[in-house]
């Protein structure tokens, strides 16, 4: 069993920056992708970005792309989510998810989820 651990959100001031982290438990994380998904109350989890086994593929919602970048260390089982120039619009609980044989922004594709992180940001 893989567990997912999220950390690094919090409040921050509207352009400013955050890093999420998320640390996988087990011997086989550099056998699958990862992603960053997030949601609001009272909507459905929408994806951010995923990236795939190697590193090598990344991929993004337009709503992030050129702001947020995502990246991963396998040697360190960790998944990262650079976030800049953040917009209050970004406000909500950011998961990591693993466990798809690709990056992609299908949620049904991952297996493992983390309990979310709170990101806020303040206009």
């Known amino acids: 069993q893989v567990q997912l651990v999220e950390s690094g959100g919090g409040l921050v001031q509207a352009g400013g920056s955050l890093r999420l982290s998320c640390a996988a438990s087990?011997?086989?994380?550099?056998?699958?992708?990862m992603g960053w998904f997030r949601q609001t109350p009272g909507k459905e989890r929408e994806f951010v970005a995923a990236?795939?086994?190697?590193?090598?593929?990344?991929y993004y919602t337009k709503f992030v792309e050129g702001r947020f970048t995502i990246s991963r260390d396998n040697a360190k089982n960790t998944v990262y989510l650079r976030m800049n120039s953040l917009k209050p619009e970004d406000t909500a609980v950011y998961y990591c998810a693993g466990g798809s044989s690709i990056a992609t922004s299908n949620p049904v594709q991952y297996d493992y989820w983390g309990q979310g992180t709170q990101v806020t940001v303040s206009s």
């Open positions: 990236i795939s086994k190697t590193g090598g593929t990344t």
């Open positions: 087990g011997r086989t994380f550099s056998s699958y992708a």
